[in-house]
């Protein structure tokens, strides 16, 4: 049982989301934001004053750190290298400028009130999962910003549990490798990384929410665009002459399921959704995207969408409807049961701590589906924030310390199950 210090994932935590890291939409460069060099640099010198010796800061804003095994040469290769990985930035969907964290001690339940902002609470009737803290802090924004446990806490459980590790040399581990990343949150987390560089055999991420979770699916994707060409002229004597985009339009997106749209689905049901259009009379455009998690049901969502296509391009003749669309990303599903140790010892690792594991599966896609599909198989497991990119944004204490043991377990089974 690893002990518990209480005082060291905290503090860590607070001294990260006071710095302003928040990522940009829509910028060619890597990082899209400089900023995001601040806390790299410190997370370089904490690394350094751990004895992390191999660090680097790579141009592109990239963390990467080797910690090198404690176990003896011979038994040291048969245990796969191990790395972990957390994001640095913060969503652009809410300010992360200026944050003030607050700590809520010892929660009673009912409603935690945010100091800056009297509007806002945040309430276990929203966030149910709220109540099983009850007896834990709980650290919260004031309200103006968000708080950046998403995915700060990620970073301060990866660094915590190091620096337990460094002190501890008890507990054994083989090779670990740790990457913190930028711009995650603008869908461009490991572009910059070269991940066969990194030489290790499984990654695991540590940016799931609620306590216990362990994720190893995403969805299936497809998306594209649907043009079509009108005919304009004068509306007085357009009698058999006009053919107006406009109305071709609306009868293709009737044809996209509303009883499969994201408005109507969770869990594991995929949907259709159209999100983008523009219309005149003379040409209009629709983009919509595909997604399920199952990779058959991907395809008939693919198929429906092209006969529907057809079958109105057959009713207007003199339209000309043109359809492109493609598959974007796989579930990392299918990489990851290739290797099913991946999950068995993560969820050992967890359940070690004296907690349930949450199975879950990710609506949308992660750092861990791209580095799955790179050769690298990463499942996500919780850091503990909970309300991701909002102002109600919390992180229990607790959560983040649970993080924590299950980065040292985790490291701990795979030397225990390779030797045995
Ligand atoms: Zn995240």
């Known amino acids: 049982m690893v002990s518990l210090m209480p005082s060291k994932v905290l503090e860590r935590f607070l001294r990260y989301v006071t710095i302003h890291t928040t990522s940009k939409e829509d910028e060619e460069s890597i990082p899209s934001t400089k900023r995001q060099f601040d806390l790299a640099k410190i997370l370089v010198e904490e690394l350094k004053d751990l004895g992390v010796a191999e660090v680097t800061l790579t141009d592109k804003c990239y963390v990467i750190a080797r910690i090198p095994s404690n176990l003896s040469p011979e038994t040291s290769k048969k245990v796969p290298v191990i790395c972990f990985l957390a994001h640095m930035d913060t969503s652009p969907e809410e300010s992360g400028e200026n944050v003030k964290p607050q700590i809520v001690k010892n929660y009673q339940g009912g409603d935690i009130k945010l100091s800056g902002n009297p509007n806002l609470i945040i309430s276990p009737q929203e966030t149910p999962s709220l109540l099983k803290f009850i007896g834990s802090d709980i650290v919260t924004s004031d309200g103006t910003t968000l708080l950046g446990g998403d995915n700060k806490a990620g970073v ?175 579930n990392m599903r299918y990489k990851i049961d290739e290797v099913p140790n991946v999950m068995l010892y993560a969820e050992e690792a967890i359940q070690r701590t004296g907690i349930p594991v949450i199975k879950k599966a990710i609506r949308g896609g992660t750092d861990g589906a791209r580095l799955s599909y790179r050769g690298l198989p990463t499942p996500n497991i919780f850091c503990g924030a909970m309300n991701f990119h909002s102002k109600k944004e919390y992180v229990p204490v607790l959560a983040m310390e649970k993080s924590v043991e299950t980065i040292i377990n985790l490291v701990q089974i795979y030397v225990e199950k390779n030797l045995e």
Request: proline share 3%; glycine share 6%.
């Open 156 to 330: 301060a459980a990866i660094m915590t549990a190091l620096a337990r590790m460094k002190a501890d040399p008890s507990l054994k581990h083989g090779t670990i490798k740790v990457v913190f990343t930028p711009d995650e949150e603008v869908g461009h987390g490991i572009d910059g990384l070269d991940v066969d560089s990194l030489k290790a055999d499984f990654g695991y991420t540590i940016d799931g929410d609620e306590m216990g979770v362990l994720e190893s699916e995403t969805f299936n994707a497809a998306g594209g665009e649907i043009q079509i060409a009108g005919f304009n002229c004068h509306p007085g004597y357009a009698k058999d002459k006009m053919i107006n985009a406009i109305r071709i339009l609306a009868d293709i997106i009737q044809n996209f399921p509303i009883n499969e749209s994201p408005e109507t689905t969770e869990n594991r049901e995929g949907y259709y959704h159209p999100y983008e259009s523009s219309a005149s009379v003379n040409k209009a455009k629709l983009k919509f995207i595909l997604r399920d998690f199952d990779y058959d049901k991907l395809k008939i969502k693919i198929n429906k969408v092209e006969e529907f296509t057809n079958d109105i391009q057959q009713k207007y003749k003199h339209s000309t409807i043109e359809l492109s669309l493609k598959e974007s990303y796989k």
